[in-house]
C-alpha cells in the first residue's frame, strides 16, 4: 500500500517533523513507531498469506492513531 510513509502523508512538513523530532523525545518515538510499524505492514504485504488479516487490521488502526498523533503535535507546534 503506497501513501503511507510520512513524507507522502505530511509533504509540506518534512521540516517541521525533523525539527519537533530533534527537540521532542516523545515526538521522535511517535514518528519512530509509525516508520517500524510502516515496515512491517508493507512487508507483510509482500508475503501474502504470512499473516492474518486481525493482524493487518490492527497494524492499520494502530497506524491510523499514530498518524493522528503526528498531526496533533504539528498543530500544537504551530507547524500545521
Known amino acids: 500500500m503506497k501513501g503511507l510513509e ?3 502523508l505530511f509533504p509540506d512538513h ?5 525539527d519537533l523530532r530533534r527537540v521532542d523525545t516523545v515526538f521522535d518515538e511517535i514518528c519512530q513507531d509509525y516508520q517500524l510499524l510502516t515496515d ?3 512487508s507483510m504485504n509482500a508475503e501474502p498469506g504470512s499473516q492474518s488479516y ?5 497494524i492499520c488502526e494502530t ?3 499514530l498518524r493522528d498523533e503526528i498531526a496533533q503535535s504539528l ?3 504551530g507547524k500545521m
Do not use: F, N, S, V
Open 54 to 58: 486481525q493482524i493487518q487490521c490492527d
Open 75 to 77: 498543530r500544537r507546534a
Open 40 to 42: 512491517e505492514y508493507l
Open 63 to 65: 497506524l491510523d492513531g
Open 6 to 8: 510520512l513524507d507522502t
Open 14 to 18: 518534512q521540516a517541521a517533523i525533523a
